[in-house]
């Protein structure tokens, strides 16, 4: 069983973006609760080598930043590590600069799609190149003056969405941001509170090119996508009860929650408030002996779409089917998640179809262990370590190295909860 009190590590892809746009505004400022996983590290190694003055402390981060068009010449190649978020949103600043840069990653990162922001910031006159016309890495950006794009997004992208926006910044005029179904609008908010133009309408996105944006002090809230590892274990293990305190409740993010009330799991956010433009509370979870399944598809997708490999954990051990569609995206993340989730939990017992948009568990299995391939997929490797809880015998991962991507301590503090 899991009890315990959780003060829970700073939001991924909040980090990211506080250190992208603390970078290229105006004046010094301060990041608190800042996420010291190994992508944001790469971000952060990515902006230093671009002339900016980044210092860590602990949680702490001080950027100084060099405004909008105070970038430097890269002094190297850029590498974002196993970074998509890095390296997506980055396109999408590097676009605006008066030089060229190469982008490099990691294996993983070798094989996920980037036509999807190359082509959009092409057709806003950037010269972009690379390997598959642009759609792998390395990647090779001339940036300089920037046309104004109207854009309808084919797809549902918090990435690519965002690309678009900073890139917009440095725009000849306003541009247009036309979404599908709503993604995370961390990017947005926090423009806005330094002092970007920039006018969200539903699904409409408008920004207006401003000379400078400028630093404020930020407060970066738990992340939501790793406290679903530790809400899952706290709904299936016997005995469970577990506060996560300060938690990111966005309501682009926090689909997991509305999707664990519909499976009759015992969830409550206690004491809601808000830090810098961003929902936070803290949730109490407990042990959920009466789960039953349901379906996840069309729009809450793009609002769970991280969590999807725990929330079929958590589906196994929901009565009836739970069957996830319309999220071929998982195809394109730090692995397949389609193929990573559904092999790897029919290894450890349970019963699961895999489509081609996403699978149907079926419930409810006792789980009876054995080795899995985490594919140095963080969140494959959590959701398992987590499957590993119920097991009849040991889940074994090939390598657990991959957790620091996203949620450094993990194991320690699942050891620590466990009684
Ligand atoms: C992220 C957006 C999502 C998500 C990723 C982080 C972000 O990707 O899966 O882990 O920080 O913008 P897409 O926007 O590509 O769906």
């Known amino acids: 069983m899991l009890r ?66 105070g970038l430097k010449t890269p002094s190297d190649i850029l590498d974002v590590g196993n970074s998509g978020t890095t390296i997506r949103l980055m396109m999408g600043i590097l676009a605006g600069q008066n030089f060229e840069s190469t982008i490099i990653g990691d294996e993983s990162i070798g094989k996920r799609p980037m036509k999807r922001v190359s082509n959009p910031l092409r057709s806003m006159g950037c010269d972009i190149a ?59 908010i926090m423009l806005k509170s330094f002092g970007a133009d920039i006018e969200v309408n539903n699904l409409d996105i408008k920004i207006n090119p401003v000379e400078e944006l400028f630093n404020k002090d930020i407060y970066v809230p738990g992340d939501i996508s790793s406290a679903a590892f530790l809400i899952v274990g706290a709904l299936i293990c016997e005995g ?10 966005n309501e682009t993010r926090v689909g997991i929650i509305d999707v664990i009330r519909k ?15 961003e929902k936070v509370g803290n949730l109490l979870v407990r042990y959920s002996p009466n789960l039953i399944g349901t379906t996840i598809d069309k729009e809450i997708i793009p609002r769970l779409i991280d969590e999807i490999p725990i929330i079929a954990v958590l589906a196994t051990q929901a009565d009836g089917d739970t069957i996830i569609k319309d999220a071929s995206e998982l195809k394109v993340k730090e692995s397949n998640r389609i193929k990573s989730i559904v092999e790897n939990l029919n290894t450890i017992g349970a019963n699961v179809i895999e489509l081609e948009d996403g699978m149907i568990i079926k ?39 991959s957790i620091d991507i996203s949620f450094p301590g993990f194991n320690n503090l699942l050891k620590e909860l466990s009684k």
Do not use: W
């Not at 005029?173 to 609008?185: A, D, L, P, T, Y």
């Open 130 to 188: 690379g390997k598959d016309d642009a759609n792998y890495i390395p990647i090779n950006i001339k940036g300089g003056k920037l046309n104004h794009i109207d854009y309808h997004m084919p797809i549902s992208s918090a990435q690519v969405k965002s690309a678009l926006i900073l890139a917009s910044l440095y725009g000849n005029e306003s541009s247009i941001i036309h979404e599908k179904v709503k993604s995370r609008n961390h990017t947005e």
């Open 240 to 249: 469970s009860e577990v506060l996560i305190k300060n938690v990111g409740l």
């Open 4 to 69: 315990g009190t959780v003060e829970l590590i700073g939001d991924k892809s909040i980090s990211h973006r506080a250190i992208m746009l603390s970078s290229i505004s105006k004046g010094n400022n301060k990041i608190s609760n800042f996420l010291m996983g190994e992508d944001c590290l790469s971000t952060v190694a990515c902006f230093k080598k671009m002339g900016v003055d980044i210092e860590l402390n602990n949680k702490e981060v001080f950027v100084k930043g060099v405004g909008l068009r």
């Open 263 to 277: 499976m009759n799991g015992n969830i409550e956010v206690v004491e809601e408030h808000e830090i810098c433009g």
């Open 363 to 401: 419930g409810k299995r006792k789980l009876q262990g054995g080795k899995i391939l985490t594919y140095s997929d963080h969140r494959i490797a959590m959701s398992f370590s987590v499957a590993n809880l119920i097991s009849e015998n040991k889940v074994l991962l090939d390598s657990d190295k």
